[in-house]
């Protein structure tokens, strides 16, 4: 008899293949110029998001993913015998999850998203047990967004069938182990827990996450930064459970190939709405944006509405510079900066858990390399422009405007205050008269003193 469970799995199995498959190249925005600047910024960030060149981490973690759930399934299901003792009596076992985590916007979920792609679709199973072939399914995937426990998980995964079985988490546990084996799911993956992490108690956390790894099948959950620190804090039991196999998803190298062919992609998807030298624009957005891809799309899209705000259609490289310098992308800016200083000083203290990785992962020598020389080239520029004359000063403005790359601005320009009126003597004399009136003693007699 075939076993149904093991071929399954026999689809892509070369990185080569998996990189064909998860690959996503949207077509480029048009008529970009007949809406109005927000909306036509908007529809250029939504088309940009959409982009996915998977890197190297994210074809390995995809491969040992699918690896990992292809090794359950053969192990777990080897005959239709054993099914049938699985089905029926499901072992109690317990799985130690995967933690994915990184930095927020580096493409934790587009990684995740791009697993589903290259699991095993539903596939019939044909036994003399059933009646009809029954349709069995490689992985559960759940969002943490909004739930309030593990039991609400549960009962999701059970969907209309959890009728009865709501006394207590133990039952819906147990039937959700039925219904793992009865499917024959080889792999869970649980996300959005960054959301269970603000204003709530890590301890709702780990109850979700000890639920899910009950169920015995491989699981992988992707985390923040800010909710690793906040395990970190558990007991060791905990700990041993939920933090034995962390994979840290870092940003791309800002010399690397994956970085380059990114930001032209960009530009590609744009619709050569860039006009700026494609190879000073990967420096500068990797610059600004710490090789953090949604940073990169929020740069971009703020870069848009300053070049159509200067009546512009295109994007230069001093749109990009002034976007960095905006309003818009303060908040982002604060968290580039921060990043930098931290990539810089190793031991900084009171640095934010929300930007410092939580396990020990060397920073990358060539982003360490890049920052400080960035940071190296600001300094002899500002020295150079310093020690200009200012007929020097002006000659080099006229050449290089403030904000370009060659003479950044250092603070973003504070809105001027009006300038108070000029004052006149009768101005003045009025104003001391007012003075005098409104000071002036009641005029109400005192009473005789006693």
Same mark, same amino acid.
């Given at each position: 008899m075939t076993n149904i469970f093991s071929m399954r799995f026999d689809g892509p199995d070369t990185l080569a293949d998996i990189r064909r498959l998860v690959t996503v190249h949207p077509d480029p925005v048009t008529g970009l110029e007949e809406l109005s600047p927000a909306l036509a910024a908007e529809r250029l960030s939504e088309a940009l998001k959409t982009i996915f060149l998977p890197n190297q981490f994210s074809l390995d973690f995809i491969k040992d993913s699918v690896d990992r759930a292809r090794s359950f399934s053969a192990e777990s299901f080897s005959t239709d015998q054993q099914y049938q003792r699985r089905l029926y009596h499901p072992p109690e076992d317990e799985a130690f999850p995967i933690c994915l985590t990184g930095l927020a916007g580096v493409?934790? #979920? *587009?990684?995740? #998203? !791009?697993?589903?792609?290259?699991?095993?679709?539903?596939?019939?199973?044909?036994? !003399?047990?059933?009646?009809?072939?029954?349709?069995?399914?490689?992985?559960?995937?759940?969002? !943490?967004?909004?739930?309030?426990?593990?039991? *609400?998980l549960l009962e999701d995964f059970l969907g209309g069938d959890a009728t009865g079985v709501r006394a207590n988490t133990s039952k819906l546990l147990t039937e959700c182990r039925r219904r793992v084996n009865r499917d024959a799911v080889s792999l869970m993956m649980l996300e959005e827990m960054q959301h269970q992490s603000t204003g709530q108690g890590v301890a709702r956390i780990t109850d979700i996450l000890l639920t899910m790894a009950g169920l015995g099948v491989p699981m992988i959950y992707v985390a923040n930064y800010s909710l690793g620190h906040k395990l970190l804090t558990r007991n060791s039991e905990d700990k041993q459970r939920l933090l034995s196999d962390p994979r840290v998803m870092l940003p791309d190298h800002p010399n690397s190939k994956a970085w380059e062919e990114y930001v032209r992609e960009c530009i590609r998807v744009s619709g050569r709405r860039v006009s700026a030298d494609p190879a000073a624009l990967v420096h500068e957005?990797?610059?600004?944006?710490?090789? %953090?891809?949604?940073?990169?799309? *929020?740069? %971009?899209?703020?870069?848009?509405l300053e070049a159509r705000a200067a009546r512009r259609h295109t994007i230069a490289l001093e749109d990009v510079n002034n976007a960095y310098l905006s309003a818009s992308y303060s908040s982002s800016r604060n968290d580039v900066e921060e990043l930098i200083r931290i990539s810089v000083h190793k031991n900084k203290t009171g640095a934010r858990p929300d930007l410092r990785c939580p396990f020990p992962v060397p920073v990358q020598s060539n982003v360490l390399a890049f920052t400080k020389q960035d940071r190296a080239a600001r300094v002899s520029e500002k020295v150079f422009v310093a020690a200009l004359t200012a007929e020097e000063r002006k000659n080099f403005e006229q050449i290089h405007p403030p904000g370009s790359a060659s003479n950044p601005s250092s603070k973003p320009e504070r809105e001027k205050k009006p300038a108070l009126p000029k004052q006149t003597r009768e101005g003045l004399e009025d104003a001391y008269s007012r003075l005098l009136f409104e000071s002036k003693p009641s005029t109400k007699p005192r009473g005789p003193a006693k």
């Open positions: 493409g934790k #979920s *587009q990684t995740s #998203s !791009a697993l589903m792609k290259v699991m095993p679709g539903p596939a019939s199973y044909a036994s !003399a047990h059933y009646h009809e072939p029954h349709t069995l399914i490689s992985y559960w995937y759940a969002s !943490a967004r909004g739930k309030a426990g593990g039991r *609400q957005l990797y610059r600004w944006t710490f090789g %953090i891809k949604r940073l990169a799309v *929020q740069l %971009i899209k703020v870069a848009y």
